[in-house]
T-cell receptor, first 114, second 115 residues
Framework: KAGVTQTPRYLIKTRGQQVTLSCSPISGHRSVSWYQQTPGQGLQFLFEYFSETQRNKGNFPGRFSGRQFSNSRSEMNVSTLELGDSALYLC?????????????FGPGTRLTVL | AQTVTQSQPEMSVQEAETVTLSCTYDTSESNYYLFWYKQPPSRQMILVIRQEAYKQQNATENRFSVNFQKAAKSFSLKISDSQLGDTAMYFCAFIYNNAGNMLTFGGGTRLMVKP
C-alpha cells in the first residue's frame, strides 16, 4: 500500500499570499489530521477531518482552514501568510479516526514565507 | 489541557548500548493512549511503540520497550542494542479517548547514535 503523500514538498511564498497544501491518505483511511511543526512551538495539532467533516480544531487563527473530499484527500489553506507561518506541515491519516488508531504521517510540506 | 514534557533535548549513545528517553505528561483523563514517534532526518514520522493506559503491562516492540508508570504519569522509552539507524528525533505523544486523532506532542529528544 502506498503511504501518505503530500504535495508539494516545498513551497516558498511571500507575506500576504495564500497557499494550499494537499494530503492523500493511505487507501482506505478516512481520517486526516494536520500538524504544524516549528523549532519554537514544536508539533501542534491544526485540525482533523473525518468523512468530509471537521471533527477537531487546534488553537490556530481562522486564516488556517481545511477541507476533505469524498475520496478522503484533504487540503489545508493558509490565507494572508505571515512570516511565522513558516513551518513543516505534516498530515497524518488513520483508518477510522478513533483515538486508539495509529496515525501514519506523510513526509510533510516545507513552507517558507519571505 | 494535556501537556507532554520531554526533559532531555539531546542525548547520545554508543552503538550497541542501551539508552532511555524520558517523558512525563499531565492529564486529568483516566483513559488515554501514549505513543513514541521517531522522526529521522528524512522527516517522515513513524510510530515506534504505543501503550494503552488501561494496560498495566509495558509495551515492547523488538529492541524498543517502555516503562509506563501511570500514577507518576511517566512514559519512558528504552532502546536496547542501539543502531546507527536509530539516530532521529523522538517524540512522545498523548491522546485521550474520544479525542479523535488530536495528538499532543512533547518537545522531542534528539538522539544521536555514535559508531
Amino acid at each position: 500500500k502506498a503511504g501518505v503523500t503530500q504535495t508539494p514538498r516545498y513551497l516558498i511564498k511571500t507575506r500576504g499570499q495564500q497557499v494550499t497544501l494537499s494530503c492523500s491518505p493511505i487507501s482506505g483511511h478516512r481520517s486526516v489530521s494536520w500538524y504544524q511543526q516549528t523549532p519554537g512551538q514544536g508539533l501542534q495539532f491544526l485540525f482533523e477531518y473525518f468523512s468530509e467533516t471537521q471533527r477537531n480544531k487546534g488553537n490556530f487563527p481562522g486564516r488556517f482552514s481545511g477541507r476533505q473530499f469524498s475520496n478522503s484527500r484533504s487540503e489545508m489553506n493558509v490565507s494572508t501568510l505571515e512570516l511565522g507561518d513558516s513551518a513543516l506541515y505534516l498530515c497524518a491519516s488513520s483508518v477510522s479516526g478513533r483515538s486508539a488508531d495509529t496515525q501514519y504521517f506523510g513526509p510533510g510540506t516545507r513552507l517558507t514565507v519571505l | 489541557a494535556q501537556t507532554v514534557t520531554q526533559s532531555q533535548p539531546e542525548m547520545s549513545v554508543q552503538e550497541a548500548e542501551t539508552v532511555t528517553l524520558s517523558c512525563t505528561y499531565d492529564t486529568s483523563e483516566s483513559n488515554y493512549y501514549l505513543f513514541w514517534y521517531k522522526q529521522p532526518p528524512s522527516r517522515q514520522m513513524i510510530l515506534v511503540i504505543r501503550q494503552e493506559a488501561y494496560k498495566q503491562q509495558n509495551a515492547t516492540e523488538n529492541r524498543f520497550s517502555v516503562n509506563f508508570q501511570k500514577a507518576a504519569k511517566s512514559f519512558s522509552l528504552k532502546i536496547s542494542d542501539s543502531q546507527l539507524g536509530d539516530t532521529a528525533m523522538y517524540f512522545c505523544a498523548f491522546i485521550y479517548n474520544n479525542a479523535g486523532n488530536m495528538l499532543t506532542f512533547g518537545g522531542g529528544t534528539r538522539l544521536m547514535v555514535k559508531p
